[in-house]
């Protein structure tokens, strides 16, 4: 879906985004608390999206309800937004409205296959992971998902998805070679397989920024030394 249009703005719906005259739409208490509060909880992640030229494409896997899809967009970067969670992506489609921007929106899983996955409940501005029950969603492996779709290909990623950032990345290795930067949030049970990835993809570690809450945004940059022959990494598995 391509939003752009803005919508009519009700009274008392949205609040202020701690970045620019950008708004989002405050019905919840994780939007009005949280999620409005976005460019200061995570100052490198604008900073990540700052050094994006005006033009490259962002894909920003695991979008919530868009605040840095907006900060992105505003300053000019094609983004592409992956979102699954229903109630999540209404938000982030109505938050693009909301400020008279334009973005692609989609509300697939990226993963390392391409099946039907299910996400648990919840509002507006909450994290979501996969589940075995709940709400019925599309996974798509990004190397499928491009081209079946004809999608601009990425320079740039941004990945937040609670627990699945190593499926993400193994699932668009096609396009992991062009990239030229990459920030992914990982916690300690998915750091290992999501470093060792990186490193065979030909990427470095420009920065780490751990937060309180347990995380980590891991920031890479292209490595001078050459990444290992396809066929070495191809069929990695961190089990």
Known sequence: MTVSSPPSNPP???VNLDYGDLKILGETRMEREVRSRSAAKERETVAFI???PAGDTLYDIGANIGAYTLIAASRGVEVVAFEPDPANYHHLVDNL???SLHATVLPVALANYTDMVHIGPGEPGETHSLTEEGTSVMAWRMDELVPRFH???PSWLKVDVDGGEWGVLA???RYMHSMKGVLVEVCQETEKPVVDLM??????????HPHASGVTNLVWARSTLAPLPVWTWIEYSPH
């Open 199 to 208: 490193l065979r993809l030909g990427f470095c570690i420009d920065s780490a």
């Open 12 to 14: 008392g719906r949205w």
């Open 97 to 99: 409205r909301l400020n």
């Open 171 to 173: 699932g668009g290795l």
């Open 151 to 153: 999608l601009p290909r």
């Open 50 to 52: 700052e050094g994006i």
